[in-house]
């Protein structure tokens, strides 16, 4: 079955770092998000991705942060310089469509910033 | 406008016993309303989701019931097995949002065997 996957699955990195976390989508799929959840929180939306441009973004989604698809499979997460409450599980998500059939989560990269 | 509320928190059912989870929301541009499955460690999955143009949706032991008047859907779990416990998210979205999904706040099951 085809899967969404995740590197790495947990990043230690020290506050001011940049950190880059990678994903790769289902094959097919067209539409690429990023979410993160907050210990015993709620998932949150951070950015969506279509035709090779951001289609919608959160307020959490600052300066800080930036997305690109490098290639024909990868997609990544940048945050230029990290802070204490960056702290999350960081999701990437894939669908087919605008999210109307489904959008599928990988196994989440553990972002620790100390 | 764009809020999703859950509730439980938490719930406790016996083996065998209907687990039901509730969501209300407000934007009434919503539709498409998915239920994740969490476990420890890991990523949402997708469980069963409803478009408003239905009123239930059942797939297995899990059933989506959908109150567009109200704005308000379920998740029932029936038979509810040890190995449903998990956090369970119901979430929304629209074609128009730019498919962002937007979570409830989760309810942790626990099905004691």
Redesign the interface.
Known sequence: EPEVTQTPSHQVTQMGQEVILRCVPISNHLYFYWYRQILGQKVEFLVSFYNNEISEKSEIFDDQFSVERPDGSNFTLKIRSTKLEDSAMYFCASSVDRGLSGAFFGQGTRLTVV | QQQVKQSPQSLIVQKGGISIINCAYENTAF??F?W?QQFP??????LI?I?PDVSEKKEGRFTISFNKSAKQFSLHIMDSQPGDSATY?C?A?S?S??????????TQLTVNP
């Not at chain 2, 460690?41 to 997708?46: I, N, S, Y």
């Open positions: 539709d498409y998915p994740y460690g890991k990523g949402p999955a997708l989701a478009r998210f979430a979205t074609g949002s730019g498919s962002r999904l937007t979570f409830g706040e989760g």
